[in-house]
């Protein structure tokens, strides 16, 4: 079992996290909508991930919906003292899976009280306010009214700390006048870089940046050169992709997520692959790197 104690660390919300940790997105039925194919293995994919050191857990009551964080009650209440866990508000489902804005001040209460509920907590650790944007990329526009309704809840100690996700570098500065945001959760891999100036930005002001769809997501990344140089360094090329993140900025924040403690046990040991300048400079071509990186 790959342990992460010696692991890198960096701050969320004033708590120090190890930098490899776990999105548990994919807990969730197809689509992430429903219940899981076998609920039993999401349980154990979670506990061993906390016996192997995480103590970042991504997740959202609009996965299933409800169901990840029913099932992160059943498998870790009571919460080990260390673990953080980051939910996001911004959405609802349809009955059909549809993603559905959920933009209003009583939806963020709502979603809130959602995630309080079926979490099992009296305070949620970090509070992401999801713009849906594009879907996986941002849109410029306001997000004032929602920042100001998740710090009113702030206010009322249901939320301690305030995230954004999938957000433009000029949403961030507006937030920022409104309340004190800890990580924004922005789409960013080996392959996709548009935030590459954003990532710098926030590293200048410590503030962690955790990339979605850290491998590709629904579409994995899928590269020959990846492929050589993962083979060259008896890696796979998805530890590699995770490690090329780690090596990229140390205010990134993994949260790879799986549903098979083998492909579970894979994303961890990324933690401990070590890149030398030469491959970095390999990897760095796969990708489009924004000017300013």
Not at 118 to 124: S, Y
Not at 152 to 168: A, D, E, K, Y
């Amino acid at each position: 079992m790959p342990n992460l104690n010696s692991g890198e660390t960096f701050s969320l919300g004033g708590r120090t996290v190890r930098r490899l940790g776990y999105g548990a997105m994919q807990l969730a039925g197809p689509g992430v909508f429903g219940p899981p194919k076998d609920r039993d293995a999401a349980l154990a994919v979670l506990r061993e991930a906390v016996d192997s050191g995480v103590n970042h857990i991504d997740t959202s009551d609009f996965y299933g919906p409800h169901v990840t964080n029913q099932i992160i009650r059943e498998a870790l209440h009571p919460y080990p003292d260390d673990l953080v866990i980051v939910t996001k508000v911004g959405a609802d489902r349809g009955a059909d899976g549809s993603w559905i804005p959920a933009f209003e001040p009583e939806d963020i209460a709502r979603g809130v009280h959602d995630n309080l509920r079926n979490l099992g907590l009296d305070a949620l650790d970090v509070v992401n306010m999801r713009s849906m944007g594009n879907i996986h990329a941002p849109a410029e526009g306001s997000i004032a009214k929602q920042v100001e309704a998740l710090a009113g809840l702030q206010r009322q100690g249901l939320v301690r700390h305030i995230g954004l996700s999938n957000v433009t570098s000029k949403q961030v500065a507006e937030a920022q006048g409104i309340a004190e945001i800890v990580c924004v959760q922005n789409h960013y891999n080996l392959i996709q870089r548009s935030d590459d100036a954003l990532v710098d930005e926030l590293a200048a002001q410590g503030i962690a940046y955790v990339p979605f769809f850290p491998l590709g997501g629904f579409t994995p990344i899928q590269s020959s050169a990846l492929l050589g140089i993962a083979g060259k360094l008896g890696a796979t090329p998805m530890q590699v992709a995770l490690a090329w993140l780690l090596h990229r900025s140390p205010n990134i924040l993994l949260i790879p997520g799986t549903s098979s403690l083998t492909h579970l046990r894979e994303n961890l040991q990324a933690a401990q692959l070590q890149l030398s300048g030469a491959v970095l400079t390999e990897l760095d071509t796969l990708g489009e790197a924004q000017p300013g990186h």
